[in-house]
């Protein structure tokens, strides 16, 4: 497919890795706006003449299909002051990629809904700190549902998307990403199940309590899993929570895959042949995946697509704005103003380079390949840094499903790319901990 939009954007492109990873990290909206503000000249998602058919097409099996994404990091903006995730926004103004009027818009019907808490000392203090933000983030949640009743229903298992799709409302799972916020104090993976979460990542940036980092500069600390990442596998079996290996070592993965009795997920992970990057996952890995019944869900974050150039100095006025801040996880709705007119000055003065749909496109069909349509889906990362040429936000979504079908994929294809495969796990997880249930009872008597 061409890329229409090339002329269009000068957008946003990564802080290195290494500023992701110091212990100074504000919470994933401040990530988002550094990696990720977009500035337009006229209207995005546009097609080249000869595409508009398959465009047409897409819209129309959008509306009667389930559209989920795996990782949608819009939470960390509902904690801005006056911000409605119910009102449209243009990322030209506040920045952001996603809200109700925008999935809409897209053909988005829902998605998981990501509780991210950045990694931070492995202190009690830091601890307690991140885990008192994950409650923060997943209450936030729960009052944005409760507050867009009209708009959007709260889903608990694989069975309540189709009921809240039927209503035309979006569906709101609940994830978590970095289980740093669990610490070493497993008990809370039952609180978070209570609050609604379904599906939980354990590992970020860097190494944790739990396991290793794909992409800690560090290096390896556990070689895979720790004691207690190992213990949480056997608690999120329990409880019917889907194990997300995204971010985590090739270690890690292989152990997920070897340990739990319910397949795993990779939420928001490219492919390594097509771009080698630690953060993607190997065919190898991809297949094996499969083979336990899992499904790896492509991202659009440029920086695990594709190499894209460096620029100094805006690396070097980022880092000048991340040594001002405390980089705690409770920056006021003024500092967050502050920092976002910051941001805006450096984007406009060194816009970033981003990669384009075509790139992101290679990731998909390549991954398709290797483990066929039953295994793939989408995980944008959107307000996380997600986001390419041509795909900058929730009003996009409906070009993946055109590329697909110029590629020659059909209506019962997309249907489970969409949501199918990734319901599909949930349904795996939810069975196995009803069995844990029944063998118990059974047991008893």
Request: proline letters at 3%; aromatic letters at 8%.
């Amino acid at each position: 497919m061409q890329d229409a939009t090339t002329a269009h954007m000068k957008t946003r492109n990564k802080l290195s890795l290494a500023l992701d990873i110091i212990y100074m990290n504000p919470p994933r909206l401040i990530n988002a706006l550094i990696l990720g503000v977009f500035f337009v000249t006229s209207s995005i998602c546009s097609f080249a003449q000869s595409d508009e058919d398959y465009a047409a097409k897409a819209h129309e099996i959008h509306t009667h299909i389930i559209a989920l994404d795996t990782h949608l990091d819009a939470p960390g903006n509902l904690l801005r002051a006056g911000w409605d995730i119910g009102q449209r926004h243009d990322y030209r103004d506040d920045f952001t990629q996603l809200d109700f009027p925008r999935m809409r818009e897209g053909g988005l019907t829902g998605g998981f809904f990501a509780i991210y808490t950045p990694q931070g000392p492995r202190t009690p203090e830091g601890l307690a700190h991140s885990r008192d933000y994950a409650l923060q983030l997943a209450l936030a949640i729960r009052m944005m549902v409760a507050s867009h009743s009209d708009q959007c229903t709260l889903a608990l298992n694989s069975a309540d998307a189709s009921k809240i799709a039927a209503t035309g409302k979006r569906i709101v799972y609940m994830s978590i990403e970095n289980g740093y916020s669990l610490g070493k104090d497993l008990t809370l993976v039952k609180t978070f199940y209570n609050l609604g979460v379904r599906v939980i990542g354990f590992v970020h940036f860097a190494n944790n309590d739990l396991g290793d980092s794909a992409s800690d500069l560090k290096g390896p600390e556990w070689h895979g899993l720790s004691p207690e990442g190992k213990a949480l596998i056997t608690e999120c079996n329990r409880l019917g929570i889907v194990i997300d290996a995204s971010h985590s070592s090739d270690d890690v993965f292989h152990q997920m895959l070897e340990l739990s009795k319910t397949p795993i997920i990779l939420t928001h992970t490219s492919s390594r042949a097509v771009y080698n990057h630690p953060r993607n996952a190997t065919d190898k890995m991809m297949k094996e995946l499969a083979n336990h019944g899992g499904v790896i869900q492509v991202n659009s974050y440029s920086t695990y697509l594709a190499s894209l150039p460096e620029s100094t100095e805006r690396n070097k006025a980022l880092a000048q704005i991340y040594s001002k801040l405390s980089g705690r996880m409770d920056m006021t709705p003024e500092q967050r103003t502050v920092l976002m007119q910051k941001m805006a000055e450096i984007n406009h003065k060194y816009p970033a380079p981003m990669t384009t749909f075509d790139i992101f496109m290679k990731h998909v069909l390549h991954t398709i390949e290797v483990v066929g349509i039953d295994h793939v889906g989408i995980g944008l990362d959107l307000d996380g840094g997600g986001g390419v040429k041509g795909l900058e936000d929730a009003t996009c979504y409906y070009k993946i499903t055109a590329a697909l079908l110029k590629a020659g994929y059909s209506e019962e294809d997309l249907k489970k790319f969409w949501g199918g495969n990734s319901l599909r796990v949930m349904k795996a997880a939810e069975n196995y901990a009803a069995s844990l249930k029944v063998a118990s009872t059974s047991s008893n008597h």
